[in-house]
């Protein structure tokens, strides 16, 4: 996998945020790390020629009605925030997983039909879910 450059305090904002974000939307936090990761490479102030902003590279144009606040301009700038980001980008896919009745076909929805990026999520999830896992059975006192 590669390696990401970030700080120890914006990882850590980050994986809180994605815990979070995934606990509310009933979403494995591994997952939306690994989003994250094909996103944006954990550069908060990502951007893309479409328009798409932030972590989870949300597109603020489709999105505005799950941003807070009555300023676009503010609203828009939010997606810049970690926390913020995150969330909608989690609840985006979890409502495109229910629209869809399937992971498969949401992550799709979401990429915007990206060649193998369905492929790649997968594949950092799993990646991301085995540290998890390494991580808790280190905290547990098992490994």
Known sequence: MAEFRTTKALASRIVNAAYSAGARY????????????????F??????????QGLMQVVPRFHMDKLQGSRVASARASLFHPETNIDVGTRILAEYIEQASGLHAALVKYSGRAPRYVEKVLQAHQTFERVRQAAGEEINGTA
Not at 43 to 48: G, H, I, K, L, V
């Open 43 to 52: 550069n908060p102030q990502a951007t893309s020629g479409y328009g798409a």
């Open 26 to 41: 009933q979403l494995s936090p591994s997952l939306v790390l690994a989003i994250i990761s094909r996103e944006s490479t």
